[in-house]
């Protein structure tokens, strides 16, 4: 039975929480809107957590992502400092970590991931980083820190690798792989990855996993690989990927598997629950079953989650080409579409100096396009996917500087800027 909506939960107080919000209000939804979230603070971004926050050229209250008064202007009832612990869609009634119940007829996961951490003790300087908690003891570490060893040469870990030497501090980044990110993008991207790092004086220890963490009276002092060998740290940061919050919805019948599973318009298995950012999984029409991690896809996700809520019949499948950007050194990376390693990869521009786009190609069409340092490339690179262009066209219209005779294609810049 449909309900007419007039009371709407949104449970994660982050960023696709936040654009959810401002796209319900922007579809003239006057009803009640609840922000329930885990964290106390107001929400924030996460981006600079990684880069400015560990640097200490951002402060934790410019991190926030929105102004203070959003809350009022946009009418959103807070519940931060606040699990949501329950969900009973029989009734539309979520539990909060307190007791109480709060009942809804639309209801928006936004609940995101946390990180992996390592299996063993817990020892004084091992860290995560997730939120700004754990960015602030970072960056405390890194104070009184000498040797910071990286687990995971993902985006997060490179990044944190290059904000500790940026802060004058010895790093050792090890990766189980051959190269940094070459699970994703492949070997001849992973070797500049890894390039850029020991050409800023990071210790690159590839294709050996890490066993253990070990200390002395409860702090750590050195990661143990599988070889035997021992990177000697008095920080160690942890950089094995994330977990999607979905705990909560234990029992529920919401459906789960590796995240919240929706169909192609962001709608779960319960009715009037709708999911959207990191948590999220759905089938998207080019991609297959996916679930994004990404700062622009928790934004358009959000916002097509709310028009899914708002609009009962609409089917229009939810499918953005994906997107994310990293910043290491002094070098911006971003990557559009999904690369894979085993793809095909052709170089336009100089790896040697960091200023080059690949782009990548599986059965003969563009899949991915990464650049470095060639902010530009990332727009035409999104129009030649939108367009389902052959890998050679894709090429050609690379080199060629001229307009490109395709459609533009509805795109978020990152909050640093520009991506023209
Ligand atoms: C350090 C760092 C750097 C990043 N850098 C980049 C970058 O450069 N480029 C890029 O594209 N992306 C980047 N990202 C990824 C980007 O920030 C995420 O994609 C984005 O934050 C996802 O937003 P979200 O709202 O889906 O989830 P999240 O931001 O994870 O927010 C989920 C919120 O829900 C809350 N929550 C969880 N469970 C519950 C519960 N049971 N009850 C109530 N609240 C709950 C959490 O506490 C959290 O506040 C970065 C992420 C991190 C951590």
Redesign the pocket.
């Known amino acids: 039975v449909r309900r007419a909506i007039s009371e709407i939960v949104v449970?994660?107080?982050?960023?696709?929480?936040?654009?959810a919000i401002e796209e319900l209000r922007g579809r003239g939804y006057c009803g009640r809107i609840v922000l329930?979230?885990?964290?106390a603070e107001l929400?924030y971004?996460?981006?600079?957590?990684?880069?400015q926050v560990l640097t200490g050229t951002l402060s934790a209250r410019s991190c926030r992502l929105r102004d203070d008064d959003w809350h009022d202007t946009h009418e959103v009832e807070l519940a931060l400092g606040?699990?949501?612990?329950a969900l009973d869609p029989g009734r539309r009634e979520l539990t909060?970590?307190d007791g109480r119940t709060t009942s809804y007829d639309g209801l928006v996961i936004?609940?995101?991931?946390?990180?992996r951490e390592l299996d063993g003790p817990r020892l004084s300087g091992v860290h995560t980083?997730?939120?700004l908690d754990?960015?602030q003891a970072l960056q405390r570490a890194f104070a009184h820190g000498s040797r910071v060893a990286i687990v995971g040469g993902g985006?997060?870990g490179a990044?944190?690798a290059a904000s500790a030497r940026a802060v004058g501090l010895e790093v050792t980044l090890i990766e189980a792989l051959a190269t940094p990110r070459a699970r994703v993008l492949g070997p001849t991207v992973g070797t500049v990855c890894g390039r850029l790092h020991t050409d800023h004086g990071v210790h690159l220890r590839c294709g050996v996993p890490v066993r253990s963490v070990a200390g002395i009276d409860g702090h750590v002092d050195r990661v143990v690989l599988a070889d035997d060998s021992i990177v000697e740290a008095d920080v160690v940061v942890v950089g094995l990927g994330?977990r999607p919050?979905v705990?909560?919805l234990d029992g529920s019948g919401v459906e789960v598997a590796d995240g919240v599973l929706c169909d192609a318009a962001c709608r779960t298995n319960a009715p009037g629950v709708v999911a959207?950012?990191?948590?999220?999984r759905w089938p998207h029409p080019t991609l297959g079953s996916i679930r994004?991690?990404?700062?622009?896809?928790?934004v358009m996700?959000?916002c097509a989650a709310a028009a899914a809520l708002l609009e009962p019949r609409r089917t229009e499948p939810y499918g953005p080409i994906p997107?994310?950007?990293?910043?290491q050194f002094d070098v911006n990376i971003q990557v559009a579409g999904e690369p894979r390693a085993e793809d095909e990869v052709a170089i336009l521009g100089t790896p040697d100096d960091y200023r080059f786009t690949a782009l990548y190609g599986r059965h003969g069409r563009l899949s991915a396009g990464v650049s470095f340092n060639s902010r530009g490339a990332t727009r035409r690179v999104t129009r030649l996917l939108a367009a389902g262009a052959s890998f050679e066209r894709a090429q050609e219209a690379m080199h060629d500087p001229g307009p490109l005779p395709l459609p533009a294609v509805a795109f978020i810049p990152?909050p640093l800027g520009e991506v023209t």
Request: aromatic share 10%; charged share 15%; glycine share 12%.
């Open positions: 449970v994660g107080g982050s960023l696709a929480g936040v654009a329930v979230g885990a964290e929400p971004d996460r981006p600079p957590l990684s880069k606040t699990w949501a612990t909060l970590g936004a609940t995101g991931v946390t990180a980083l997730r939120t754990d960015a985006f997060i990044e944190v994330v919050a705990a909560w959207a950012g990191d948590v999220a994004v991690e990404h700062w622009q896809n928790a996700q959000g997107y994310v950007w990293s910043d990152d």
